[in-house]
């Protein structure tokens, strides 16, 4: 049932679900490079690098030139490059809307990432810049949205999905924050039925620790991928990724063939 | 949050949640004695004697036989007695329902068991009769309601688990077979809201390959207590036991000081 997410017109993972991520939040080349080393070692199926950790993001060359270093160390496993604004949970950044658009502009052209992650609350005019930069040159578009303080209802998640796709999104994302366990079930439903309505992959996640449940879980319900701390958390509720993986694995030998 | 399920006034594993309970099928004496020894080896939280599988079941004598060696066998770990109706995905006996009626007198009454499974759908009065026998002896009754076709709605869930503790239950359980993931959830939101309004602990489960996911982290909704293999499986979707053990302990470990 669940969408596969493509890179250049091919399954990440050989198509295996949930693919899972480990984010990237070194501060400095030097940081960044020893965080990749120790986090390829673990084998992610996606490398999400938060360029909004990364103090030298205002200079653009520095940040391609830390991006091919860091499609070196990866290989084959693909890069998504995020910048999560402040609004949706990330790091204050030296630079404006436009300059990072520039960015993203340079980044996408330089071959170097795989995926970009842009959050869908920007201007729809931005997201159609950024869309069509990233689809010029093979790179796939993660639309994405955040809330930190509440689970909004199944239903206006849905629309966050659906609107995600509307926009030209090859994948959507909804990550949102449980203020109690009913809030978990309502992200897995919503993630269920936007599953059975998208033509696109999805990615959902409850945070923090009530949400942690739906890190190991989610792919039962359409999540497509999951993230898990390699060496660094960028997300509250991101549990170690031996352990997610681990969890994941006792899950799907358990639902077998049903799994899909 | 959770009730704790207690044995003679003391919570049972020392209050842990969940506690891991393991069916045992065996057919008679040998293999079922046979099985209790490889059952324990696993240390198991709670063992259920599913009783309908035994088949010298109409011969009292040694039911209460078996029930003894059994309690040499497990020491402290409270042993669950249950006869499951074949109207609830239970074998065939070859007695009938008065006859099975003064097995569980006796069984109450020869100290060998902690706790008694009786399905609520019996008569009201044969209800009030267990509960009668089994408190006069310490023995903690489960009311039960099983379903292995479909999964009622939330509403209708909480309304057996409000009449298990209104016929007198000291433990409240509900078993039901999803047909899609969506009944999982629904499975999952009923245990979380009985659990805000019982005053007794439940269990839940929601069967088969897709409701595994509730029997690894039902404990967050309120569910006391999960079923798992330690030799023959007794319903569709237990899983092994050590396996449905690392996955609770990582859940556990992840969702940490929130998880009560």
């Known amino acids: 049932m669940s969408k596969r997410i493509e890179v250049r017109g ?7 679900l949930p693919l899972v991520c480990t984010p990237l939040v070194g501060a400095n080349r030097d940081a960044l490079l020893a965080e990749a080393r120790e986090v390829a070692s673990k ?16 200079r653009t060359g520095e940040v391609i030139d830390a991006g091919r270093e860091l499609k070196a160390i990866f290989g084959d496993v693909p890069l998504l490059f995020t910048r999560r604004s402040t609004k949706e949970g990330g790091r204050p950044i030296p630079i404006d809307e436009p300059r990072l658009l520039e ?31 990233a689809h010029r040159n093979g790179v796939g578009l ?22 995600m796709q509307g926009a030209g999104a090859d994948v959507a994302k909804v990550a949102v924050m449980p203020k109690s366990r009913e809030d978990v079930l309502t992200l897995l439903s919503a993630t269920h039925q936007a599953d059975q309505s998208l033509h696109i992959p999805l ?20 999540s497509a991928l999951t993230f898990a701390v390699g060496m660094g958390s960028s997300a509250p509720g991101q549990i170690p990724l031996d352990e997610l993986r681990g969890a994941v694995d ?4 358990a639902v077998g063939a049903s799994a899909d």
């Open 203 to 222: 990615i959902s996640m409850s945070m923090g620790p009530l949400g942690v449940l739906s890190r190991i879980c989610g792919w039962m319900f359409g």
């Open 250 to 253: 006792i899950l799907r030998k």
């Open 103 to 133: 960015l993203y502009d340079a980044i996408c052209a330089s071959g170097c990432i795989d995926l970009i992650d842009y959050e869908l609350s920007n201007e729809p005019a931005d997201v159609q810049h950024v869309r069509a930069q």
């Open 10 to 16: 091919r399954p990440v993972g050989g198509g295996k």
């Open 43 to 58: 084998r992610p199926d996606v490398v999400e690098w938060r360029v909004d950790f990364f103090e030298p993001i205002g």
């Open 142 to 163: 993660v639309l994405s949205f955040h809330d930190f303080d509440e689970t909004p209802s199944a239903d206006a998640l849905v629309e966050k999905f659906m609107a």
